[in-house]
């Protein structure tokens, strides 16, 4: 039975939902994103840190620098890794030997 494959088509009954899942997981996504771009308030930098340093077996290095990145830049990135081109400011501040200062 040459070409009787079946595969999701626009014909098919799940393509719409489908499509609207993307849609919305990408709306989500990008929401989450803004948000953590705006600038934050100072009291919003102790929970947002507190998530930021939750993975690290590190919690009070951490915990100094990233409060001390997020009192000057007023961003944190979010998770607990890597995104730090969410807040350019954190991103950017080095240590006098070129590291990262921000976790």
């Not at 929401?31 to 930021?52: F, M, T, W």
């Not at 995104?83 to 991103?91: D, E, I, L, S």
Request: net charge positive; proline share 10%.
């Amino acid at each position: 039975m040459a070409g009787s494959s079946r595969r999701a088509t626009s014909n098919s009954p799940l393509f719409p939902l489908c499509v609207m899942f993307l849609l919305a997981t990408l709306i989500l996504l990008s929401h989450a994103v803004e948000s953590y771009g705006q600038s934050l308030r100072p009291s919003d930098c102790q929970p947002k840190c507190k998530g930021r340093c939750s993975a690290t077996s590190h919690k009070k290095p951490c915990m100094f620098y990233c409060l001390k990145c997020c009192s000057k830049c007023l961003c944190v990135p979010p998770g607990t890794f890597g995104n730090k081109q969410t807040c350019p400011c954190y991103n950017n501040w080095k240590t006098q030997e070129g590291r990262p200062k921000c976790p």
